[in-house]
């Protein structure tokens, strides 16, 4: 993807248009251009085409400016989630090799510090002003547009290093291409039968630093979508959001769905503006999905499947399926299969891991050569979801490989509990995990955020469970918690559950 030129045109086409819109700004198309050379320029005095260029700051314009600057001189990002602390950052930054960082200091947070112990850094670029010893955003984005450059990049060059998890230890870094930069938008195009235009608003609520996040943006830049921006997702503003800018569509993970409808004043907002929303982020409660929908029936509702690794979305159902509980099928450039454990396609109906073949699959992990052989293997990429087909070719993704629990010989997968639990009108929230047990080897345990003012009981709970599960999969051990932890995306973070029962 040439995304310089990409950006030319549409500042040519739409020069007065919105591009992105936040609650302090409005940039246009023609701005938007004008800002992100400005700050290639400067980029170009500190890092060649190729050098990794890191990015720390929080849902912001200066985000959006600067990864378009970076993709305008062939370089690579590494977007960085700005949740993460001085520890993170610095193990990101010095594994991805990274010769630039672009970011925001913050408490705990001192972007002098990391210089200082990331000695492969050339410079540090911070948004705020007055930052010691660090150049200006702000005053690069004021300067006068400078000659930048216009190196060729090839389809195979590197765009992007996501780090999705471990980021601390020994980071995981997934490869994207530039050619991979159009993967995300042409599937998003195609599961939404071409229904989406120039004239659109889409509200992204979605960390740049992950995919949900940056899916906006190639909307934005491939099909001149305006784009309403928001720092962090908060239930009531998101709403108030939808309704004010009468926005035409957005995807949120599970979690997001649900915190929303938790609202008191969520029926009183005005959704007929939406002509599709997307869940993903499978597997999810259908129950709450369907209540959601009840309020922009006029909206397509989407539901699908991906991962980083495959530049998701992989799957979605078809427009107008009944099939919600599915994460649909794939599109045509796309293979998706499930296997077995000794790498066999497996028949329809069966669970097995779902494994993925195709352009959009990444090339593998930053200096991880043990990591990128264990999930590339055979020319297919193995995903540690685990899934089957229906007999007309819709996947249902069951859970990851480690939320299997065997209790006794019997096996449960975790989300079927969550699921379940989820039926319960009271319950806001719950996460299921496998723990220790003397004689079964594993038991379900279940942690389950209910509404307030509910006075539900285990055993209460045990029985309403008792109608929808057999009885090794109903959870040994209930316990009742105020909320659940979750990572930035807004997914519930089952490791820290896990860490505290082993």
Known sequence: MDCRAILEEQARLRPGKPAFITKDATVTFLQLKDLVLKLAAVLSRHALKGERVAIYLPNSLEYVYSYLAVWCLGMVAVPLDFMLTEEEVVSCVSHSEATLLIGKPKLNVSLAAVKERCPGLKAVISRDEGTHGCPSLHEALQAETCEVPAPAVLDTDYAIIFYTSGTTGKPKGVLVNYRQLEASPKAMKYFVNNDLTDSDIGLCALPFSHLGGLIYLQANLLFGATILLMERFLPLEFLRSVANHKVNWFWLVPSMYYALLQLKEFEHFDLSTLRWVVVFGAPSSSDAIRKFHQHCPKATLFHGWGMTETNAPTTVIPAGSPKIESVGKPPPWIQVKVFSDTALELPQGEIGEVV?????????????????????????????????FDEEGYLYIVGRKKEMIKVGGEIVFEPEIEAAIHKHQDVVEVAAIGVPDPLRGEVPKAYIVLKGGSGLSEEEMRYFLRQHLAHFKIPHHIEFVPQLPKNRVGKIDKEKLRTSVS
Do not use: E, K, N, P
Not at 359 to 381: E, I, K, L, N, S
């Open 356 to 388: 993925v073949r195709g352009w959009v699959v990444t090339d593998g992990y930053y200096r991880d050569a043990q990591a990128t052989t264990h999930a590339m293997r055979a020319g297919w990429f193995h995903t540690g979801d685990l899934g089957r």
